[in-house]
């Protein structure tokens, strides 16, 4: 295994192993859902926080370049991301036409996040802090690290990870999620623009709370 491939597999164990491991749990259980809450969402912050720096200074020992994982915020990239957002909404609307609300409505998902009960300050920065560290560690490294073995893999890698530690949210749920990373994928493949990809999941983390 190459040099490349081995820190890739350290990253994708430190950054997102437990996620998988509780994702696959979920499924295997049968789907149990917890609905958000204050709690979850600090729960989340801290833990990300944790891990992140734990792969950071990994990547760092290892003698990686971390500027290309620093997302620049710009005006402009914001824009870009929005058009992201509403892309990948107009990409799952076959799911809802094809399934029907009542489907849509008893994924996993759906339901956790009807139940939600939370305060704005604490959903805004759980949505900030969990749009950056999924895809800093997901496009801006782990596309990019594997980029040498060609866009198919390396994109298919990142809708990969993407999907097995989303697996919790439900069979088509799952499903948007592919949607989701291959989106996500392709538009950073073609710009290596990380902040628009950033700020696209940021408001589809805030939109999916907050219009409700």
Not at 27 to 42: I, K, L, N
Not at 171 to 199: C, S
Request: glycine share 12%.
């Amino acid at each position: 295994m190459t040099s490349k491939a081995t820190d890739a597999v350290v990253v994708i164990a430190i950054c997102f192993g437990w996620f998988i491991v509780a994702s696959i749990g979920a499924v295997v259980s049968g789907f149990p859902t917890r609905p958000f809450d204050d709690s979850a969402f600090g729960g989340i912050i801290l833990f990300e926080v944790v891990l992140a720096t734990v792969a950071l200074g990994y990547l760092r020992w290892r003698g990686h370049n971390l500027s290309p994982l620093i997302p620049v915020p710009t005006g402009m990239g914001s824009l870009v991301g929005l058009g992201l957002y509403i892309l990948i909404v107009f990409a799952g609307w076959p799911l809802g036409a094809f399934f029907g609300r009542a489907d849509l409505a008893a994924q996993p998902i759906e339901q956790m996040i009807a139940g939600a009960s939370f305060s704005l300050p604490w959903l805004v920065a759980a949505s900030i802090v969990n749009g950056l560290y999924e895809e800093t560690f997901l496009v801006g490294y782990l596309l990019r690290e594997l980029e040498t073995f060609g866009a198919s893999l390396a994109i298919g890698t990142t809708v990969l990870v993407r999907v097995l530690y989303h697996l919790y949210q439900g069979p088509l749920g799952a499903v948007y999620v592919v949607v989701v990373g291959a989106v996500f994928g392709i538009f950073y493949w073609r710009t290596r623009k990380l902040w628009p990809v950033v700020f696209a999941h940021m408001f589809a983390d805030l939109a999916g709370f907050a219009l409700r």
